[in-house]
């Protein structure tokens, strides 16, 4: 399970430091259900997700990743520019402990073929769009085995066709390991996710139907 305790987070500006994004918040999250986070636009979703994947610290409080989560699929970070695609793919391989080489040539394979970039897999991270770069990390994050895969509007990149793959993609994860997921389409969320989250004002609200969750969401927006 994911356990956040009271957790706050604000960010240092040229000014100071900014508003609270989040604050006191306190949730448990189960490896096995698929949770969904909405909210307005700067209610702090992906920066709940970076605090859960291990991107970013709170400022106050504690994240405990009690099980194996995955870095934000669609999070552009994390990558080196100055290498290519293979060799951070490499490089993302060694830190899970596939050094022989025969288990690396399978991952590298598995991330290439899913990422579909072409010859742009050999090329410099730094000369990718954000898309391809979102497209990179989803091949990462699947050619390895987590309870819990995170997802910062993932389902977006890419053309219709790979659209379609990750949807495929997450039909599987949410069918057998724990998803949390932000996107902008209620009826991703409704595809994929049980359980919702609704943050408002600093404040996480824990909804145990993603409908319920979304209904609060769309009525505060009439507020």
Not at 83 to 111: S, Y
Request: proline share 2%; net charge neutral.
């Amino acid at each position: 399970m994911i356990v956040v305790s009271d957790v706050y987070k604000r960010f240092q500006t040229p000014h100071g430091p900014s508003r609270w994004v989040l604050q006191g918040i306190n949730l448990t999250i189960s490896a096995t259900v698929s949770v969904g986070l909405v909210g307005r636009n700067g209610a702090g979703k992906s920066t709940l997700l970076n605090l859960i994947g291990g991107v970013d610290t709170p400022t106050r409080g504690r994240v405990e990743r009690r099980c194996r989560v995955s870095w934000p699929m669609g999070y552009g970070g994390g990558l080196q520019g100055s290498l290519t695609g293979r060799q951070n793919a490499k490089f993302v391989c060694r830190l899970h402990g596939f050094d022989e080489a025969a288990d690396m040539a399978e991952k590298i394979a598995t991330i290439e073929d899913f990422a579909e970039l072409g010859e742009s897999f050999n090329e410099p991270v730094r000369t990718y769009s954000s898309g391809m770069k979102s497209r990179l990390q989803f091949g990462l994050s699947l050619a390895f085995d987590f309870d819990v895969y995170i997802s910062d509007e993932a389902t977006s990149a890419g053309d219709a066709a790979f659209r379609k793959k990750t949807s495929a993609a997450f039909k599987k994860i949410a069918d057998c390991s724990g998803l949390i997921m932000v996107s902008h389409s209620d009826s991703t969320l409704r595809q994929f996710c049980q359980a919702g989250i609704w943050l408002h004002e600093g404040q996480a609200h824990w909804f145990d139907s993603i409908d319920d969750a979304l209904k609060n969401y769309i009525d505060s927006l009439s507020s």
